[in-house]
């Protein structure tokens, strides 16, 4: 891990959705200098591991990671994955230990917030920010259950590609092309399927031409048809 030195709160263009959203400049400035420190991390690097002290939260700038956590048998099980403008972490609010572990996808940049220093500004509006990530990561958790219990494996990936493309359009990127930084092995672990059963997926929505894949670029090249699909 490495840090680097970051443009300000106030110029960020994750301004929108982070914790320092709605302040005016001035606390926003209270909070760029007191409670945040950039790391650059390599690819498949620890942030932090599960049942250990965490008084962070940090938001992804650049690349992505994966939460998950290992059983008595030493089998490693996903529980979500972070894209650019996400924040991981929120978890330990609750009890200052994190829940799970989380690792690097890919060579990232994560800001981190440091909660005490946070608190102690008594600003009242990162609070309630806090709270509305809190209760939009719930609902995500929701979605991604019913998902899992309640459709095919076909419609499993298909909502998961979808996940994504909202995403990164809700964040000012192209929803029908961007990367997909998870391995199939992660995606078939997360949404409790076989890899086999992913890659025929994959190829399927290829030979339709629904998708396409290059490397880690997927394009979406029909986008109503796959809504329709997990209608």
Do not use: W
Request: proline share 3%; charged share 20%.
């Amino acid at each position: 891990m490495t840090m680097r030195t970051p443009i300000q709160c106030s110029q960020c263009s994750m301004q929108s959705i982070c914790v320092p959203a709605g302040l005016v400049p001035s606390d926003v400035e209270i909070l760029d200098k007191s409670s945040r420190e950039p790391h650059l991390y390599n690819k498949r690097s620890v942030v932090f591991s599960e049942d250990r002290p965490l008084t962070s939260v940090f938001a992804i700038k650049s690349g992505s990671v994966k939460c998950y956590t290992i059983d008595s048998n030493g089998k490693q099980q996903i529980t979500s994955f972070h894209l650019v403008g996400d924040i991981v972490g929120l978890e330990a609010l609750a009890n200052g230990k994190a829940a799970t572990y989380c690792e690097t996808l890919e060579t990232s940049m994560l800001c981190e917030i440091k909660l005490n220093k946070l608190f102690a500004q008594e600003l009242p509006k990162v609070e309630n920010n806090l709270l509305q990530l809190m209760s939009r990561r719930l609902a995500n958790c929701s979605k991604h259950y019913l998902n899992i219990v309640n459709t095919s494996a076909e419609q499993k990936v298909i909502a998961f590609l979808l996940s994504i493309s909202t995403h990164m359009h809700q964040h000012g990127l192209s929803r029908n092309e961007y990367r997909l930084p998870m391995t199939r092995t992660d995606i078939a672990n997360y949404l409790g399927l076989a890899v086999e059963t992913v890659s025929r997926i994959f190829t399927s929505l290829k030979e339709e031409s629904l998708i396409d894949t290059k490397q880690s670029i997927l394009t979406i090249n029909n986008l109503n048809a796959l809504e329709r699909r997990v209608a």
